[in-house]
């Protein structure tokens, strides 16, 4: 039994495989061998063992302890399925939320954060307490940004929670524009915006810091790599541990790259089955480059909250809801979410999305279907990112 399991394990570890930017590691603690030995000091002892991604397979086997083949037969197919939807499990026997792996990082970024932007009662008590939810419901990612105007909040929901720092991930935007009245046009604004962001949040450093557009906020070429350099200053000095970009194209970003030879490790864009083909071509192209995409703008803002007819027949079929298929179809492309809600049930059910399936007929479905009614579209991106 242990023998087969041994093979089994190796045959559907090296299927898996990796999925871009993503990597996958199934580590089963406490279940591996769950040897229950006949008498002696040994009943009911746990021995552990470890699976590592594609590099090992241990097993523990002592006589006369058998080994739960089915248990670990039925998790091991689980962490095939979530392996070949580019998506690892943080943890593989719960149903806590994925991560993505993003280049560089010391720790992974959660895949379904929790956003604080673009709807009713995003600042105050209302965000607090949402944020406070989310935090013990098992989420880790707190997406925010200098234009949304509630670090200050977020900052008590942080304190609250009681969650540890290093299983924290904070992502925060600069805000930039053309004119300068209210925002970061030089690199020096750009160092002092991550001062603010940190001072704001109560943080000594944040996760991930983004410059929160380019062209299409009226940013010029010259002023995004200055922008830029800022950012690649905060991190050098510490107050940052990952930059990125948000509304960002193919060249812009290649631009950047040429200019300081620092790649963006995140683009955060407008990601959700009716975007434009080369929107679609964008994502492929930063996880061939190593850098990790995040969605904003997945259920169709405050104007639609994911309704549609398709988008209804999917979740009915599946036994889900309607925002669940949709955030499920952004993680199989590879790509982070970051769903908005104030209300605790919402909350919980954006947090399982690994009990959702989508298949290959539900995604083409979805993405030959007609955009539905007051699905919000937010045009952030001059050329080549759902402009």
Same mark, same amino acid.
């Given at each position: ?15 898996? +495989? ?23 000091? &040994? ?19 002592? @006589? ?5 083949? %089915?248990?670990?037969?039925? &998790? $091991?197919?689980?962490?095939? *399925? ?22 560089? #990082? ?12 673009? &709807? ?6 209302? *965000? ?22 509630? =670090?200050?909040?977020?900052? !008590? ?13 904070? %992502?925060?935007?600069?805000? !930039? ?28 450093? %944040? ?11 009226? !940013? ?9 350099? +800022? ?9 940052? &541990? ?27 864009? /407008?990601?959700?089955?009716? !975007? ?23 259920? +169709?803002? /405050? ?10 027949? *999917? ?5 889900? %809801?309607? @925002? ?9 492309? +590879? ?15 954006? $947090? ?13 479905? $979805?993405? @030959? #279907? ?8 937010? =045009? ?8």
């Amino acid at each position: 039994q242990c023998l087969s399991s041994m093979v089994l394990a190796a045959m559907m570890i090296s299927h898996g +495989g990796h999925s871009s930017n993503l990597e996958f590691n199934v580590q089963f603690r406490s279940l591996a061998s769950r040897s229950r030995c006949r008498g002696g000091r &040994r009943h009911g002892q746990w021995r552990i063992a470890s699976f590592l991604g594609s590099y090992a397979v241990i097993c523990a086997c002592f @006589s006369p302890c058998f080994l739960e083949v %089915t248990a670990v037969r039925r &998790r $091991l197919a689980m962490g095939s *399925i979530f392996a070949l939807s580019g998506v690892r499990p943080a943890h593989a026997l719960t149903d806590q939320p994925p991560s993505i792996r993003v280049e560089g #990082s010391a720790k992974d970024m959660p895949a379904i954060g929790f956003g604080t932007c673009c &709807r009713r009662n995003v600042k105050g008590p209302p *965000i607090i307490k949402a944020a406070e939810a989310y935090l013990a419901s098992g989420g880790r990612l707190i997406d925010t940004a200098q234009l949304y105007e509630n =670090h200050v909040d977020l900052k !008590v929901a942080i304190k609250n929670s009681g969650v540890a720092r290093d299983d924290l991930w904070v %992502t925060s935007k600069v805000l !930039v524009c053309g004119d300068g009245r209210f925002c970061a046009t030089t690199r020096e604004a750009t160092k002092k915006a991550v001062d603010t962001t940190n001072e704001e949040l109560g943080l000594e450093y %944040t996760d991930l810091m983004l410059l929160h557009g380019a062209e299409g906020w009226g !940013v010029s070429p010259e002023m995004d790599v200055d922008l830029w350099r +800022g950012l690649v200053d905060a991190k050098s000095a510490g107050k940052v &541990r990952n930059i990125g970009v948000s509304n960002h194209n193919k060249a812009e970003i290649q631009r950047l790259i040429d200019a300081t030879g620092v790649k963006p490790a995140v683009n955060q864009i /407008e990601f959700h089955p009716w !975007v434009p083909d080369e929107t679609k071509e964008l994502v492929r192209w930063c996880q061939s480059k190593g850098i990790a995409v995040t969605a904003y703008g997945s259920l +169709g803002g /405050e104007g639609n909250k994911g309704n549609g007819q398709i988008i209804e027949d *999917i979740a009915n079929k599946r036994g889900v %809801t309607k @925002s669940q298929v949709l955030l499920r179809w952004a993680l199989d492309q +590879g790509v982070g979410v970051i769903p908005g809600s104030n209300n605790q049930d919402h909350i919980k059910e954006n $947090l399982q999305l690994m009990r959702v399936k989508l298949d290959a007929e539900d995604a083409k479905a $979805l993405e @030959s #279907s007609t955009k539905p009614d007051r699905f919000r579209r937010w =045009h952030s991106c001059k050329s080549g990112c759902a402009n």
